[in-house]
């Protein structure tokens, strides 16, 4: 149940958007315990100097490719755990659309259960037998 807001500089084409998203999906997937069908992203496209980053920081050194993925969870995953998403997902993005593992920057934040409506105006993982993912 993780929600995802993918922040990058504007300009990459329809394609390369969803190969972003779809690489951040499969290593939600396969490394972060989140369900095939568990899918909620926010894309932002930012104009020049709307998205500020140092280049170097703890890492890089980051281009112009840079991606912000901040990453709210409704339960704590181990250290382990996420440790192998950030591998994961570094690999799969340096796959498709081909963004450089310096230029990936991911923040995770983690809610309690009761934080999330998913419709119909109800806690859906407090009520109706939902479960975290």
Request: overall charge negative; proline content about 7%.
């Amino acid at each position: 149940m993780p929600l995802t807001r993918i922040s990058l500089a504007r300009g990459k084409s329809p394609d390369d958007l969803r190969a972003l998203s779809d690489s951040l999906h499969r290593a939600l997937v396969e490394a972060f315990d989140v369900p095939p069908d568990d899918r909620f992203q926010i894309i932002q496209q930012h104009e020049p100097g709307e998205l500020v980053f140092d280049r170097t920081y703890l890492g890089g050194p980051r281009s112009d490719d840079f991606v912000l993925f901040q990453i709210t969870a409704g339960r704590p995953r181990s250290a382990a755990t996420k440790a192998a998403f950030y591998r994961r997902l570094v690999e799969c993005l340096a796959e498709v659309p081909g963004i450089r593992p310096e230029d990936v920057m991911v923040v995770i934040s983690t809610t309690q259960l009761d934080d999330w409506s998913f419709a119909g105006g109800v806690a859906s993982m407090v009520q109706d037998g939902g479960g975290a993912r």
